[in-house]
Every structure is written in structure tokens, then in C-alpha cells.
């Protein structure tokens, strides 16, 4: 099998997308008292879903070696805002979609709509460069 050596840009974008399509496994609503849950491929969660695979297809294409291009980086800015789009839509129109008054204290926010929202931001701020990793090289002893 051939090795793919990704550019850390790419790779850590791709673990930020792996973690968002994850968090759309997990519950995205609870319901209090009964036991039952929802994920997120439901309504807006769908739109998180697109931006998951928007990410992961402009990661796998051109040279994997090398970071973004102007282009592709557009790309992958627009496919993490879509995550967290999708994510806070879920959860600013969580009552009116499923129930409002009486009903809107029984579905409370689950642990998927939350980690969706902090993996779409977290992806905007490492492909924009706002957060940045120190990198483990250690230099070389003469």
C-alpha cells in the first residue's frame, strides 16, 4: 500500500473534519426524562455533513506534500464555516423544529451539536492560521 504523506495543514484539517463527522454520530439531542436521543443526520445537520465532505475531498486533492493553495483554501475555510453553520442552525432553530414551551425543556443540546460547533470553529481558525501548533522537530546536536 502506498504511503500518504500529508502537508500538516492538510492533516490536521483532516483530523478536525474526522472529529466533526463523528460528532454527527453522537447525540445532538437529548430528550430529558426519556432516555432518547437524536444525531445530527437530521435538518440542518445535513449541512454539517457537506462541509465534513467538502474538507475531506480538497484535502485529498492535488499534491498532498504541500499546504493549501489560494483556491483550495477558500475551499476548505468555506467547508469548516458550513460545519459550524450547520451546527449553530441545529441549535438556534432547536425549539421551533422540535417543539417549543413544554416540549423545548425536554430536548436539550447534546454532546455531538456542541463538539460539531468547536470543530467548525477550530478548523476556520487553524486553515486561516489563527491557531498554530509548535512543531516537534528537535534541532540537530553538533
Avoid: C
Avoid at 449553530?88 to 463538539?115: A, D, E, H, Q, R
Amino acid at each position: 500500500m502506498e504511503q500518504m504523506n500529508f502537508h500538516k495543514q492538510k492533516l490536521y484539517a483532516l483530523i478536525v473534519a474526522a472529529a466533526a463527522f463523528i460528532s454527527l454520530l453522537l447525540p445532538w439531542l437529548t430528550a430529558k426524562g426519556f432516555g432518547g436521543s437524536l444525531n445530527g443526520f437530521r435538518g440542518w445537520g445535513i449541512l454539517t455533513l457537506v462541509g465534513v465532505i467538502a474538507v475531506g475531498v480538497i484535502s485529498f486533492m492535488g499534491d498532498k506534500t504541500k499546504e493549501y493553495d489560494e483556491n483550495s483554501k477558500k475551499i476548505a475555510i468555506g467547508g469548516f464555516g458550513v460545519i459550524a453553520l450547520g451546527a449553530l442552525i441545529f441549535l438556534l432553530t432547536k425549539n421551533s423544529t422540535y417543539g417549543g414551551g413544554v416540549f423545548g425543556s425536554i430536548f436539550k443540546p447534546g454532546l455531538g451539536l456542541w463538539l460539531s460547533i468547536i470543530a467548525g470553529l477550530a478548523g476556520l481558525g487553524w486553515v486561516m492560521g489563527l491557531i498554530k501548533l509548535p512543531d516537534n522537530k528537535k534541532p540537530p546536536v553538533t
